[in-house]
């Protein structure tokens, strides 16, 4: 599927996808990928892995951060309190940051924005604050820009992310139960005034009942808007 992007955007399943640059970086977001049941065999285990950005601290969205970041020797961005999380974990290429913030890393420009969301790190027997959850605004080299909005409801000032951003391409949660329905992201794409919509975040267990052909029917009536109903594994260029 044609998209514009100056690179390539795959879907992992769940929240988690792999995207590369034209320039040739490879970042991951939220790379949940051995223990995720949606995620394809053949993404499992990385081969590359110059980035990955953490939307917040559950163990669905950290996934294998760890272990990628370890043997890929990765730069990891994420929550200054997860950041100092990861530190315990003997991981050395780390970039805590807070909403508000943009940093440089691989040819790319993060931005950590606001997401209404809980955020925990379970470590073995405990359970951490893991600060608050985020989203990222990632602007690729030639000014394309994408929207990860991590886990969220709908919130008003999604209309901020449209003003100050523009993101032409939004990744938006819609399995409802923890976090928004297809008729809470509905509303946030008419927020954000993004053309391109990828939903994530459904199906990936029985309680994530959103479907992307419910976004879809809800957004029938905005001609400009396309709905990428991507499967685990595909790929936009």
């Known amino acids: 599927m044609a998209i514009g992007i100056p690179g390539t955007l795959t879907w992992c399943g769940h929240a988690a996808f792999r995207l590369v640059t ?13 223990g995720n049941p949606a995620c394809p065999d053949s ?11 953490i939307t917040h601290g559950h163990g669905d969205h950290v996934g294998d951060t760890v272990a990628i970041a370890k043997r890929l020797n990765a730069t990891v961005v994420a929550m200054v309190e997860v950041a100092s999380w990861l530190t315990t974990k003997g991981l050395q290429n780390i970039v805590g940051m807070n909403k508000g ?19 925990s790190i379970h470590d073995g027997e405990r359970t951490l604050y893991g600060g608050e959850a985020a989203g990222f605004i990632v602007r690729l080299p ?9 886990d969220t409801n709908v919130f008003g000032d999604m209309r901020l ?14 399995g409802g139960h923890y976090t928004m329905s297809p008729q809470e992201a509905a509303l946030a794409v008419r927020l954000l005034g ?7 975040h459904h ?21 400009n808007v396309q709905i990428h109903a991507m499967r685990p594994g595909e790929t936009l260029r």
């Open 142 to 150: 030639g000014g394309f820009t994408l929207y990860h909005a991590g």
């Open 43 to 53: 993404l499992r285990s990385p081969d590359r892995c110059d980035v990955i950005l």
């Open 22 to 34: 034209d320039e040739g970086s490879v970042i991951y977001i939220d790379p949940w990928l051995t």
């Open 161 to 174: 992310i449209r003003e100050l951003y523009s993101p032409s391409l939004a990744l938006l949660p819609i």
């Open 194 to 200: 993004a053309d391109h919509i990828v939903p994530m």
């Open 101 to 119: 913030g943009t940093v440089e890393v691989a040819g790319i420009a993060v931005t950590m924005v606001h997401a209404y969301h809980s955020s």
């Open 203 to 223: 199906g990936t267990f029985p309680l994530l009942t959103g479907s992307p052909a419910e976004l879809a029917q809800l957004l029938a009536p905005l001609d």
